[in-house]
């Protein structure tokens, strides 16, 4: 069986359904085509929720109709074969689907580290809503304790759903400290602190050496000699310690760096009828415009609103990442924008830092706890290239401001202009933000 169609886009992730959603919209005429493999598009940052009971299961799953009902084709099966010259692609069960534009989208596949073991069972991933049901099967058949190999956000949620089930956890990383690419040591410190208060057992500076059992995975063999036993067959370890790109299907056909797929601001690949966006993509820094990492739905999205504006004729760029992100440890809130003070400098930069601290809300109101800002500038020019923020509420908020500041090349000297609100059981005081101090305290060291 063979079809034409305007439009395919192979992948049914965030990027996938955001570009068909605004081209369907934009252009009811247009035949739209997704291709995806999973039986359902999922909220991959609520699977931890899931899992820790928070949320039924089948909230994380997506509906059929955020496709759908725009008026796009969805096919449901898994693409085996791409032939980019010719413009067509052929699934599972042998249909071809010719296309005159293409938007790859087929995202990433967890990162397993290639040491012994690594095929035993009980080594499972986090990404997947197979994955999901494989740990959540062992939770409920008796599980008492599970390793997390990575202390990045997907590690930690996972760590801390797997404690409120009751469970024995431990969390190895490379790292000197817990979201070594969101936060500097002073920020994760308290969550850190969190972390073993709740029973969470760190090992840090450690390499994973070795998935140790027979058919099972018992155990685990780190750098420096240590190992963790699992005893119950329902133990098991997840690796949350990276993502690959899903390149399998183009390789050989278009232009791949050394993380994903090479495409130009408009999001063009090397083939001009071919664009892509999202995981599978090779990302750029958006302040130094260098290769940078970013797996992030929040880059997916914008990535795909640039595409389908391309697709539909525009001449939209996209600038680069910015790698805003924010997670939770406890009653504790992390957020970080931009480069952190020791990436910073391992790109090159002569960099000065500022923090401030105030309270949630006003001090005298019910449920104040602190709040701390750390910006990191340029020290030649002052220009804002980073930014964290701890505290128990409002975070990824004055994340999003900082963010903005990034973005638009503004120096502290700007930011710390920013007019901002007040209100008591939202803000602090009117006399003091913490963005705006912090701000002011570089612009007093850069100016002097």
């Not at 969190?194 to 070795?210: P, T």
């Not at 780190?222 to 390789?251: H, P, R, Y």
Request: charged share 20%; proline share 4%.
């Amino acid at each position: 069986m063979e079809k034409r169609t305007k439009l395919v886009v192979l992948g049914g992730g965030p990027a996938g359904i955001q570009a068909t959603r605004m081209i369907k919209t934009q252009n009811p005429a247009w035949d739209v085509t997704m291709i995806r493999r999973e039986r359902a598009s999922m909220v991959y940052c609520a699977i931890p929720y899931a899992l820790e009971g928070i949320i039924d299961r089948e909230k994380v799953l997506k509906t059929d109709a955020l496709v759908t009902d725009v008026g796009a084709e969805l096919i449901r099966e898994n693409a085996t074969e791409v032939n980019i010259q010719e413009r067509w692609i052929k699934t599972e069960s042998g249909q071809v689907i010719h296309f005159e534009y293409l938007f790859f989208v087929p995202g990433s596949k967890s990162w397993i580290p290639p040491v012994p073991g690594a095929d035993l069972s009980g080594v499972l991933t986090v990404k997947t809503e197979e994955d999901m049901v494989a740990i959540e099967d062992r939770l409920n058949g008796g599980a008492g304790k599970a390793v997390v190999i990575g202390a990045g956000a997907i590690g930690l949620e996972q760590a801390m759903a797997y404690k409120t089930r009751g469970l024995d956890v431990h969390v190895i990383d490379l790292a000197d400290r817990i979201l070594p690419h969101m936060s500097d040591h002073e920020m994760s410190a308290p969550l850190q602190e969190e972390l073993i208060s709740k029973g969470i057992i760190l090992h840090l500076n450690q390499r994973l050496e070795a998935f140790i059992g027979d058919r099972h995975v018992t155990g685990i063999k780190m750098s420096q000699g240590e190992q963790i036993k699992l005893t119950s067959k329902m133990d098991f370890v997840v690796v949350a310690a990276g993502m690959k790109a899903n390149l399998d299907l183009v390789e050989g056909q278009l232009e791949i760096g050394p993380d994903g797929v090479m495409v130009t601001p408009d999001m063009r690949t090397s083939v001009p009828y071919v664009f892509a966006a999202g995981d599978v993509v090779q990302g750029w820094s958006g302040i130094d415009g260098k290769p940078l990492g970013g797996r992030l739905a929040t880059n997916a999205v914008p990535m795909a609103k640039v595409a389908a504006m391309n697709i539909m004729g525009g001449d939209i760029k996209y600038p680069g990442l910015f790698n805003g992100s924010a997670t939770v440890v406890g009653n504790l809130r992390i957020g970080g924008t931009g480069f952190t003070e020791s990436f910073a400098r391992s790109r090159g930069f002569d960099v000065m830092t500022a923090t401030s601290e105030t309270t949630s809300r006003f001090p005298m109101m019910p449920g104040a706890t602190n709040v701390k800002v750390k910006l990191i500038a340029d020290a030649k020019s002052g220009r804002i290239i980073g930014g964290q923020v701890t505290g128990t509420e409002a975070v990824a908020e004055k994340i999003d401001v900082i963010t903005l500041a990034i973005q638009q090349n503004m120096t502290s000297r700007q930011l710390s202009e920013l007019s901002y609100s007040a209100q008591p059981w939202q803000t602090f005081f009117p006399a003091k933000n913490a963005i705006v101090e912090a701000a002011m305290t570089l612009t007093i060291a850069q100016e002097s």
